[in-house]
């Protein structure tokens, strides 16, 4: 399963990037707009600190000006996957872009409807946004099972990307269900590997090996 931070934050994902666990990043307008830093500027920085798929949203909702933005988009980095809006615009540039081999990452995904037309459209990624969902009193997680059981039966490549992860459960969930991927927003990166017995096991080694009054090294 790959592992994508949701974030526009550069500092943040380089560090991160360092623990060798992040495969890519997902970005959107409203991340980009918290982390304060100009869209191409950011986008250049993160597909420089990680090897795999950067997703970078286009704003525009009609056809033409869809594709002029992906493709604008897709030149800045060979690891640029253009992200669209599930709408019949978005899903028409999709398939121009899979022409020009250009990844895409098809976001707003709240229906096995829409990933169903999504992956007909030849989409890399659908996002089916699990924690909106939950939100508004639906059931996220059981939208990723309808869907990968919808790709399953007819051997769709697109791949599930769950999207609006909310707490780690989310991501235990989405792997069990099989997704292919999970965009993570840092915190939530960070909280996967916590766990106190761990923290309480570390302390009582360490405090044990002290008064061994060896060393190893
Ligand atoms: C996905 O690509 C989106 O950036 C993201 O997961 C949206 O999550 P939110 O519901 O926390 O805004």
Redesign the pocket.
């Known amino acids: 399963m790959q592992f ?1 931070l ?1 974030s526009a934050d550069v500092d943040v994902i380089k560090k991160l990037a360092l623990t060798g666990l992040v495969d890519g990043v ?3 307008p ?2 980009v707009l918290q982390s304060g830093w100009s869209f191409e500027e950011a986008l250049r920085e993160i597909c420089a600190a990680v090897e795999g798929p950067v ?1 970078a ?1 286009v704003v525009a909702a009609d056809f033409e000006g869809i594709v002029k933005e992906g493709l604008h988009l897709a030149k800045i980095a060979n690891n640029i996957v253009v ?1 669209v809006p599930l709408t019949f615009d978005g899903l028409k540039a999709c398939q121009v872009f899979c022409v020009e081999e250009i990844p895409v ?1 098809v ?2 995904c709240f229906s096995a409807s829409q990933a169903l037309m999504a992956a007909k459209a030849g989409a890399t990624f659908i ?1 089916p ?1 699990i ?2 969902l939950d ?1 508004a009193g639906h059931d996220g997680l059981h939208l990723i099972h309808e869907i990968a059981q919808i790709y399953r039966q007819f051997d769709f490549e697109t791949q599930i ?1 769950a ?4 707490h780690p459960l989310h991501v235990i969930e989405a792997a069990k269900l099989g997704c292919d991927a999970a ?1 993570i ?1 840092p915190k939530i990166f960070e909280q996967l590997i916590k766990h106190p017995l761990t923290d309480k096991g570390l302390e009582n080694f360490t405090k044990d090996w002290a008064k061994t009054g060896q060393k190893i090294l």
């Not at 999207?163 to 909310?166: F, H, K, V």
């Open positions: 994508f949701d997902t970005t959107n409203s991340l997703s949203e992200k990452n976001t707003l996002s946004f924690g909106r939100d990307l999207a609006s992860i909310r965009t927003p």
